[in-house]
Nanobody, 124 residues
Framework: QVQLVESGGGSVQAGGSLRLSCEVS????????MAWFRQAPGKEREFVTA????????YYADSVKGRFTISRDNAKNTVYLQMNSLKPEDTAVYYC?????????????????WGQGTQVTVSS
């Protein structure tokens, strides 16, 4: 069974930074494509970014490109999301997701495993 546990959320003022972590249980973490999604109140869950199993390929939503950075440490079974220059519209619950496939997809239904989410609140 694969379990994902996010941490690092919190409250920050606009322009600030946060770093989210997602620790994944299971021996085959290095084979998973990993992604971050977010969901604001009353809105659909939306794609933020994804990273290949090797970490060599990344994919970002236009809304976060240049501000957010995804990375992974396969030795620690952990994926990270560094968020800089945060804006109030970044406020959402952030979810970590894993897929056994190799495609870096923005489609939430491609991802088999999900964390419980961590709240990020950005005030103006």
């Amino acid at each position: 069974q694969v379990q994902l546990v996010e941490s690092g959320g919190g409250s920050v003022q606009a322009g600030g930074s946060l770093r989210l972590s997602c620790e994944v249980s299971g021996r085959t973490f290095s084979r998973y494509t990993m992604a971050w999604f977010r969901q604001a109140p009353g809105k659909e869950r939306e794609f933020v970014t994804a990273i290949s199993w090797s970490g060599g390929t990344t994919y970002y939503a236009d809304s976060v490109k240049g501000r957010f950075t995804i990375s992974r440490d396969n030795a620690k079974n952990t994926v990270y999301l560094q968020m800089n220059s945060l804006k109030p519209e970044d406020t959402a619950v952030y979810y970590c997701a894993a897929s056994g496939g190799s495609n870096l997809s923005r489609n939430r239904y491609v991802y088999n495993y999900w964390g419980q989410g961590t709240q990020v609140t950005v005030s103006s």
